[in-house]
C-alpha cells in the first residue's frame, strides 16, 4: 500500500477514537465517510467542498464528491443543482477534459457526485483549473479556483488521433483493486468534439491483451472484448490477471463498423500496441 493512502487512514483512526465518546449523543450521518477532502473552492457565499477516495486529483479518472456548505449557516445545501468545468492552460491554448453530469448520490442528503478525466498534467501538478457554476432556489452561483492535479504512476489515460482523423480519450474506470482471477474491468471512451466538449462514445468496441513484459510478455486465458454497457455509459469486459505484478493491457479500438482506430496486435517483434494501459497489483 502506498504511503498516501496509508496517512489518511491513520489519521481517520486517530480522529475516531477521539471523538467515540461524542458518538452516542450524536445522530447526525457522515455522508462522506471513507472520503478525504481534496480542496474547498469558496465564494462570497459558499464552500465549495471536494472528495474523492485519494484525497487527491491524478491524471486519469477521477470519481469526485461535492459538498456545498453556506457561509452564514454553515449548513450543508440539499437543493443545489450543479455542473463544472475543469479547464487547462496550455502555453498556446486551453482545454478541458471529460467530465460526467453531476448527481445527488443514492441515498445522499448533501452529497453530489461525479466524474471528470484528466487526460494530462504539467510535471509540477499545475496547469488546471476547475469552475463550479451550481444554481440554489434560483439562484446562480460559481466559484473557480487552481487545482493540483498529480501525475499518476501508472498509464490510466491515453489521449491519441484514430485512423478517422477524430481524437479520442480512453481512461480505465475500474475496478479499483485487482485481483488474480477475472476482474470486470471498465473503461470510459470519449471524443475531443471541441477543445471544451468530450462526450461518451457509444458501439465502439475494444479488444484487450493484457500482458506482463518483465515475464517474457505472457498474456493469461479468458480475457473478452470490451462491448459498450448502455446503462453506465462505458466500456466492460473481462480481465484476467493470473498473478500480481506489472501489466501491460494492450488496446486496439474499432468503430461501429468494425474498422480499426488505433492500436496493433501484439508479437515478438511488436510487444506492445500503440493503444494500451497500465496497472500494478
Ligand atoms: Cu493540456
Redesign the pocket.
Known sequence: MKLKYILPILFTALFTVSCSSDDDTDPIINEVEGLFKIQELTNDTHTVELFNTAGEFETGYNEISIRIKDIVTNDYVENASISWMPM?Q?PTMQ?SCPKSVIYKGAGKKTVYTGFIVY???NPDGS?WTLKVDYTIDGVDYSAISDIVVTQSEYQNVSSFMGADGQRYIVAMEGPTDFKIGNNNLKIGLFKMETMFSFPVVEAYKLTLDPRMPGMGNHSSPNNTDLTFNMADKRYEGNLSLTMTGYWVLNLKLFDANDELLKGENVTEEHPKSSLYLELEF
Open positions: 487547462m496550455m482545454h487526460q494530462m498534467t496547469g
